[in-house]
């Protein structure tokens, strides 16, 4: 193993047990505000790993789309409504939480079994790659080439959406205004 | 490639994708459930973007990509119903969300 060999598995492991701590956080803790940020340094932990499967447009895109924008929304509104949250762990285990421990226990396994049978021996020799992979160049060219059809439909997503969350605005305030 | 085998990053998001769905599972505060689901997402895509690396293809980046616009979608219109719920004075509380119940 020579030396940059260890140093990216050293960021590896940093980052991944990053992103396993972080989002345990997120879960666990009975305020959202320090879950929104916990899920912040979970996302920055993810673009890491991004960088080190070479794909750095989809790492920036993390950092600017949900770092910036998805977690700033997140945090306007947990400001807004501020107040505390169910605290998960407390009192001792009720069936519920039983239950979902063993559910993502199985889905867990449930996962291994089919990417491992699926992908199992294939796995061991990643393609060659030369510097373009992963750059805004070879993003842009699939998105307006063979994507083309996807890239547009993603927009009118974020269209409705924008509208949709307009009108659950506008109508909330109109039936508070009709209630006064 | 250096460093990890495209097998550990697949064991590391399936890991998040179950942290996350733990989370959906067992919080009962629709913001720390959107919260989850983020997790959940987030562990597919690096998945995505570990399978475009083994194939040396950028389609599951491009998918990567898709995905995350569709996550920015879906918090606009999860955030809207909650702020919604708030302002009819409603229960943070998807446990006690039973008007539909059938």
New interface residues.
Partial sequence: MDV??VL??V??VLA?FG??GS??A??SFSN?FY??LA?IG??SS?AV??L????E??AA??VL??AG??MV??LF??A??G?R??A?WAGGPTW??V???S???A??VE??IA?GLK?GGR??D????DAF??GPH??GT??LT??LL?FEI?SI??L???V??VI??A???R??GARR | ????????????S??????????V?????P??V???L??ML?GC???L???????????G??F???V??????????G??????M???RLD??VDRMTTLRG
């Avoid at chain 1, 080190?52 to 794909?55: F, Y």
């Avoid at chain 1, 990643?126 to 790659?129: Q, R, Y």
């Fill in positions: 940059g060999n990216v598995w960021v590896w991944a992103c396993l989002g345990v997120v879960v959202p879950s929104a899920l979970n996302l993810l790993l991004y080190l499967l070479s794909a447009f989809v895109a993390q789309v949900y924008a998805v929304m997140f509104v947990i807004y409504l107040g949250a169910d998960p519920q939480q239950a979902a421990v559910a993502a226990a889905l867990l996962v291994v990417v992908a796995l061991s990643e393609a060659s790659i992979f992963g070879q993003i699939l998105f063979n994507y996807a993603t997503v974020l409705v959406a924008a949709g969350g659950l605005g109508h909330s305030r039936l508070e | 490639m250096l460093g990890p085998d495209v097998t550990w990053y697949l064991v590391l399936s890991l998040l994708f179950v942290i996350g769905a733990l989370g599972l067992i919080r009962r505060s913001l720390i959107l919260l989850s983020e997790i987030n895509n690096l998945a973007i570990a399978f475009a690396r083994d194939q040396g293809e950028g389609a980046q491009v990567a990509l898709a995350m616009a569709v996550a920015a979608a879906e918090v606009v219109v955030l809207g119903l909650i702020v919604a708030a302002r009819r943070l509380d």
